[in-house]
């Protein structure tokens, strides 16, 4: 079964510091890799997406994809207060329709 | 664009009735998700369409819930009956071919009393 699996949390960070967000994933044919950002009470929204080619940064964000292990992490630098959200991961596991496969998501607080 | 819409945004009914929650994708998406949020089980895939033709409907719980698309701005999702277990936000999602990115509605929550 294709599975994404990511650390519940709380995860605590105090702000200006890095925020560091894993996930791993089940299938190594996994070609794309989603971080969406959802705050209590609202629907997820993008943050950023890599493909299996490479790294991305973003601003303050960058994604970065560890094949051989098989987890992809979400970075936040100089972590603001408005970061404390849930942070869900998504896989598309290289099927022709496109379907993603969720995490449960990570809980993150930026402690003032 | 206005982005996806759903409605309502808020439903309460009582069990055994029935339940029809709407969405309208963004234009000129062809691919259009329906989700089930809740604290024990996260966010599940329900079934999605693709040109308003039903791809995958195998996260459908059971045959309580059934969806349709009858054109490529509508579609729906209805529970009968509805069973207080079914409680939780209902999202939909659109997408273009060839983009990556879903877009999602702002939800209905749903209790069923």
């Known amino acids: 079964q294709k599975e994404v699996e990511q650390n519940s949390g709380p995860l605590s960070v105090p702000e200006g510091a890095i925020a560091s967000l894993n996930c791993t994933y089940s299938d190594r044919g996994s070609q794309s890799f989603f971080w969406y950002r959802q705050y209590s009470g609202k629907s997820p929204e993008l943050i950023m997406f890599?493909?299996s080619n490479g790294d991305k940064e973003d601003g303050r964000f960058t994604a970065q994809l560890n094949k051989a292990s098989q987890y992809v992490s979400l970075l936040i630098r100089d972590s603001q207060p408005s970061d404390s959200a849930t942070y869900l991961c998504?896989?598309?596991?290289?099927?022709?329709?496109?379907?993603?496969?969720w995490g449960a998501g990570t809980k993150l607080i930026i402690k003032p | 664009d206005a982005g996806v819409i759903q409605s309502p945004r808020h439903e309460v009914t009582e069990m055994g009735q029935e339940v029809t929650l709407r969405c309208k994708p963004i234009?000129?998406?062809?691919?259009l998700f329906w989700y089930r949020q809740t604290m024990m089980r996260g966010l599940e895939l329900l079934i999605y369409?693709?040109?308003?033709?039903?791809?995958?409907d195998s996260g459908m719980p059971e045959d309580r819930f059934s969806a349709k698309m009858p054109n490529a701005s509508f579609s729906t999702l209805k529970i009968q009956p509805s069973e207080p277990r079914d409680s939780a936000v209902y999202f939909c999602?659109?997408?273009?071919?060839?983009?990556?990115?879903?877009?999602f509605g702002p939800g209905t929550r749903l209790t069923v009393l």
């Open positions: 369409f693709n040109n308003n033709v039903p791809i995958d």
């Open positions: 999602a659109s997408r273009r071919t060839g983009e990556d990115e879903q877009f």
């Open positions: 890599i493909y």
């Open positions: 234009s000129g998406h062809d691919y």
């Open positions: 998504a896989v598309n596991m290289g099927d022709s329709n496109y379907q993603l496969i």
